[in-house]
């Protein structure tokens, strides 16, 4: 059974520092994985997809990497402003439009 | 964009009292729904997976007659909480495949908060 996992699973940095989120899930063969971000009490917007034949993909401040063999992903985010303040949540699909499994998620709180 | 709502967005209920939640994409069609819970300070987990017109497929340890499903139409899915209890009270959030973009074009409604008292 596919399992997500993701430390830290909270995150206290000043604005300005760049961080990485971590990501690890234990069945490799996986067919994409998707990071989201969610503000609290609402619900999910999807930051950036990574097909499992990517290694990366990049939205403006934000970079997504992905190791399948290893089972890793990590989410880089670059010069973090309070805006960015939010729970990251990171999960992957099995399968072609399957359902995707999520981890628990990394909170963040960038101070200004 | 594709925007997929959910009404209510709140509801605080009685126990024993049955609440439906609906899941509609308002600007595109959905043959694929998916319902998930939330509890705090945990994932989403999966609930069930709703086809338009069929028969809507559970997770392992998901209770079927407790939490009905019913996809009618491409644009709308409702779940119903049946005989809620407190520990029902949770963050429901559906998504919504595009049947006409790539099958992981998935968009997510807002969420229902449920409070069972």
């Known amino acids: 059974k596919q399992e997500v996992t993701q430390i830290p699973a909270a995150l206290s940095v000043p604005e300005g520092e760049n961080l990485v989120l971590n990501c690890s899930f234990t069945d490799s063969a996986i067919y994409n994985l998707q990071w989201f971000r969610q503000d609290p009490g609402k619900g999910l917007t999807s930051l950036l997809l990574i097909q499992s034949s990517q290694r990366e993909q990049t939205s403006g401040r934000l970079n997504a990497s992905l190791d399948k063999s290893s089972g890793r992903s990590t989410l880089y985010i670059a010069a973090s402003q309070p805006g960015d303040s939010a729970t990251y949540l990171c999960?992957?699909?099995?399968?072609?439009?399957?359902?995707?499994?999520f981890g628990k998620g990394t909170t963040l709180s960038v101070s200004s | 964009g594709a925007v997929v709502s959910q009404h209510p967005s709140r509801v605080i209920c009685k126990s024993g009292t049955s609440v439906k939640i609906e899941c509609r994409s308002l600007?595109?069609?959905?043959?694929?729904m998916f319902w998930y819970r939330q509890f705090p300070k945990q994932s989403l987990m999966l609930m069930a997976t709703s086809n338009e017109g069929s028969k809507a497929t559970y997770e392992q340890g998901v209770e079927k007659d407790k939490f009905l499903i019913n996809h009618a139409s491409l644009t709308l899915s409702t779940l119903t909480v049946t005989s809620a209890h407190p520990e029902d009270s949770s963050f429901y959030i559906c998504?919504?495949?595009?049947?006409?973009?790539?099958?992981?074009?998935?968009?997510f409604g807002p969420g229902t908060r449920l409070t069972v008292l």
């Open positions: 999960a992957v699909r099995n399968g072609a439009g399957t359902a995707l499994i």
């Open positions: 998504s919504a495949r595009d049947r006409l973009a790539g099958v992981d074009t998935q968009y």
């Open positions: 600007d595109f069609q959905a043959t694929t």
